[in-house]
């Protein structure tokens, strides 16, 4: 590798440091020559016929050298920007569409990213931190929340996690404010290990500890979100212990979370306050089932694992617990178990619902990917034929089969880079329109949809297939082209107007263009319809005349044709 | 011939490289010279084959190069063993014998 980066600095260097060793060689055999009596311009030329192709040399040294193939595919990226530099409307028609088709397909991965494998926004440590749903045994898609008192359960018998906490699964609507000058805001009530369990740290003051009661009517305490905080008291530290009045009692401000931080689930909440502060009479009642009973739908419960427990230890933990609770209650636990998954804004029950649906949409957005891909792999042969002659005359000075296969698909990645990184940019604008049009919720709702390095990397592999994919049949195509054929077009004259045979389409192995099909009904085929006329359109814009040098050097020194191609014939050269 | 000649060389290019600089430094042409005379003439080392080996080596540490005036006064690319290079001259020598032994052996069976 050391050599590779050396080589790679240093290449600048080490070419001309062959060109010259290699001058030099031939000056000392013409001097020779010239020495022996020969005149200086039959020297030259006995000395050019016995040392060879002076170039064919440098590409060989150069492959031995390390890195050659880094070389070669700078080479490559060179020269495919600049063919699809020379035909920027192919080259943009071609990148729009599959940043539509990636973009599109990076988008349902962002949001799924978002919503199921990653954990709320804010949180510290987000792999040691765990969901558990309650669920009816035998119906794992039921409704995930539990009671109060079945957090007192868990928390008294969990020996493999740090402690539990229970946040209300829908936010409270509180009044705000007193005295004319009210609000409605939303308020989450949490158990006191809330913040401690996630690891959030105060912007402003204190959140709640191990020093906060979790007993009801205990204590009228609050934690604000950093978003009304800065709405409503305009970022004023002075609010940190001073009172503020919701449903017309007092509560005390002890601090602010910090920005960015809206809680653990897809609901944002104006503040938090503890299960202290609620009370089953007067103004801040809260229907007191949900405390008293064990098989109510109230709250949302949230664990750390303790160092070195897996998820699997804990959910066999559970296993076991809710069996010993349905043998101490079996009127209110009968038939309850407990799903455990890592955790992220949609509980662990509700996932299996949310991630099929996506994985519809991915499914349709599949085949738009696949409508994009089969229209630029169209384009992409219907050019290959156009550029048959450009093929011709490098296998004939010396290119190697594989060579030229890995010349094409750097094209096609290239392309297919342009369309991956248009794509991110899609998927970017596409979820912030998502967000954007997301219906109005009784309660506020704050989804994230990073794009962090899984998001990245999806976009990544799905590029990277999809370039394969449709990269391949045109580039293997193009390298099984026939020599002697494709010199004599050339001498034909390109202009036949017939640029791809029938036989010669191998795309047709595996799709049925409409136009030889009986019934192109469905509307994917319609748009493959689309990609075809495309394809035929686009031939006379995409020729490309141009020569290039074997092992795809710039200059374009062309020797004899007749004398070069007798040179192929006693034997391929590796390139 | 040419060809049978070109495929025997390919194995001991390399050795026949190794063994020619042993005896001083020497320049790609000299190289190619030098090998032609060790081996009375029966390998004639093209250039096509001569500089791509001469960088392979070079790159794998055996050889190392500097560039000094030739006999013709001009700037030319000298090659001498490095002392990795011996060893590997060694090691090659050996082997070479081991293999042409047991051919020799075979073959007068």
């Given at each position: 590798v050391l050599k590779t980066w050396r080589n790679f600095v240093n290449r600048g260097r080490i070419a001309s440091d062959l060109d010259e060793e290699l001058?030099?060689?031939?000056?000392?055999?013409?001097?020779?020559?010239?020495a022996a009596g020969e005149a200086p311009d039959a020297a030259r030329q006995a000395v050019r016929r016995e040392l060879g192709s002076t170039p064919a040399i440098r590409d060989r040294v150069?492959?031995?050298?390390?890195?050659?193939?880094?070389?070669?595919?700078?080479?490559?990226?060179?020269?495919?920007?600049?063919?699809?530099?020379r035909n920027p409307v192919f080259a943009l028609t071609a990148a729009l569409s599959l940043a539509i088709g990636i973009g599109a397909a990076t988008s349902i991965f962002t949001v799924a990213n978002g919503l199921l494998l990653r954990a709320a926004p804010g949180v510290a440590d987000p792999d040691t931190l765990i969901d558990i749903s309650e669920i009816d045994r035998g119906q794992p898609m039921a409704n995930p929340m539990v009671a109060y008192r079945t957090f007192l359960d868990l928390r008294e018998r969990m020996t493999t996690v740090d402690g539990l906490y229970v946040q209300q699964g829908v936010p409270e609507a509180v009044t705000f404010g007193g005295a004319g000058d009210t609000q409605r805001v939303f308020a989450t009530i949490v158990s006191s290990t809330y913040f401690e369990l996630l690891g959030i740290r105060p912007a402003a003051g204190r959140l709640f500890d191990a020093s906060d009661f979790d007993e009801t009517s205990a204590s009228r305490l609050a934690v604000l979100s950093h978003a009304f905080w800065m709405h409503q008291f305009r970022g004023?530290?002075?609010?940190?212990?001073?009172?503020?009045?919701?449903?017309?009692?007092?509560?005390?401000?002890?601090?602010?979370?910090p920005e960015g931080f809206w809680g653990t689930s897809v609901v944002s909440a104006d503040m938090w306050l503890l299960v202290g502060a609620v009370h089953f009479d007067g103004k801040m009642a809260i229907d007191h089932r949900f405390f008293t009973v064990r098989d109510a739908d109230w709250g949302l419960l949230g664990a750390r694992l303790k160092a070195g427990v897996s998820r699997a230890q804990a959910a066999a933990e559970l296993d076991a617990i809710s069996a010993a609770l349905e043998r101490d209650y079996p009127n209110?636990?009968?038939?309850?178990?407990?799903?455990?998954?890592?955790?992220?804004?949609?509980?662990?029950?509700?996932?299996?619902?949310?991630?099929?649906?996506?994985?519809?949409?991915?499914?349709?957005?599949?085949?738009?990917?696949?409508?994009a891909c089969a229209n630029v792999a169209g384009v992409l042969l219907a050019r290959s034929a156009a550029r048959r002659q450009e093929i011709a005359v490098r296998v004939a000075i010396g290119a190697g089969r594989t060579r030229l296969v890995r010349q094409l698909l750097t094209e096609t990645l290239l392309l297919f880079l342009a369309g991956g990184f248009a794509g991110l940019v899609v998927a970017r604008g596409m979820t912030t329109l998502l967000l954007k049009l997301l219906p109005v919720?009784?309660?506020?709702?704050?989804?994230?949809?990073?794009?962090?390095?899984?998001?990245?990397?999806?976009?990544?592999?799905?590029?990277?297939?999809?370039?394969?994919?449709?990269?391949?049949?045109?580039?293997?195509?193009?390298?099984?082209?026939?020599?002697?054929?494709?010199?004599?077009?050339?001498?034909?004259?390109?202009?036949t107007g017939r640029l791809l045979w029938p036989d010669e389409n191998p795309i047709g192995k595996f799709i049925r263009w409409p136009s030889t099909s009986a019934e192109p009904s469905p509307t994917t085929f319609q748009v493959v319809g689309v990609a075809t006329d495309v394809r035929r359109a686009g031939v006379p814009?995409?020729?490309?005349?141009?020569?290039?040098?074997?092992?795809?050097?710039?200059?374009?020194?062309?020797?004899?044709?007749?004398?070069s191609m007798s040179r192929c014939n006693s034997g391929t050269r590796r390139s | 011939m040419s060809n049978r000649r070109a495929t025997l060389l390919q194995g001991t290019l390399d050795l026949l490289i190794l063994k020619a600089l042993a005896a001083g430094d020497l320049h790609g042409l000299g190289v190619s010279r030098r090998?032609?005379?060790?081996?009375?003439?029966?390998?004639?080392?093209?250039?096509?084959?001569?500089?791509?080996?001469?960088?392979?080596?070079?790159?794998?540490?055996?050889?190392a190069s500097t560039w000094d005036v030739s006999e013709n006064n001009r700037r030319a690319k000298y090659y001498r063993l490095t002392r990795t290079g011996r060893k590997q001259l060694v090691e090659e020598t050996s082997l070479w014998k081991q293999i042409s032994l047991a051919i020799d052996q075979a073959l007068e069976v």
């Open positions: 001058a030099s060689a031939f000056d000392q055999l013409v001097s020779e020559r010239i150069r492959d031995v050298r390390a890195g050659a193939l880094v070389d070669a595919f700078l080479w490559d990226v060179r020269y495919g920007a600049r063919l699809l530099g004023d530290r002075a609010i940190v212990g001073d009172t503020i009045v919701l449903n017309g009692e007092p509560f005390g401000v002890v601090g602010v979370a209110e636990y009968g038939g309850r178990s407990y799903l455990v998954a890592r955790a992220s804004p949609i509980p662990p029950s509700l996932r299996f619902v949310l991630g099929g649906f996506l994985a519809v949409l991915l499914g349709l957005v599949s085949l738009v990917l696949f409508v919720f009784p309660v506020p709702i704050a989804l994230a949809f990073p794009l962090d390095g899984r998001v990245a990397a999806s976009a990544a592999v799905i590029t990277f297939v999809a370039a394969v994919l449709c990269g391949l049949a045109p580039a293997l195509h193009v390298a099984k082209a026939d020599v002697v054929r494709g010199l004599k077009a050339d001498i034909q004259g390109p202009s814009v995409v020729r490309e005349r141009r020569v290039a040098a074997p092992g795809n050097a710039p200059p374009v020194v062309v020797p004899p044709l007749q004398s | 090998i032609q005379q060790l081996t009375g003439g029966t390998f004639v080392v093209q250039p096509g084959s001569l500089f791509p080996a001469l960088h392979r080596l070079e790159e794998a540490g055996w050889l």
